[in-house]
């Protein structure tokens, strides 16, 4: 383990950040800010019973109408867990993966 990693601390900002999710923050130069971004204005779905905060380009324009700019941080992604922590962080310009999914319905 690294000891830039073995240092880490338990909380990262506001939030409680895993092993795992600062492995791939700093091997994906993924920033606190972009993470920050994402909790705060990215759209939240839940999936498997963890969340997924995600900005996209919807959330770009909606915020800057606003005054923010979140250009940078499009297709950011966060999973975080049932309890809070930040479980893993990505960039996926793919958001079909967080459309919530209708069931069938079969008519007989």
Known sequence: MSP?????????????LTKHAYERMT??????TAIEAALEFGRCVEIRGAQIFAIGRKEVEKYRRDGVDLREFEGTQVVVTASGAV???YRNSDFRSLRTRRRRSFRR
């Open 4 to 16: 830039a990693l073995a240092a880490l601390p338990s909380t990262l900002g506001s939030f409680s």
């Open 87 to 89: 479980m893993t962080v």
């Open 27 to 32: 091997t994906r130069s993924i920033s606190r």
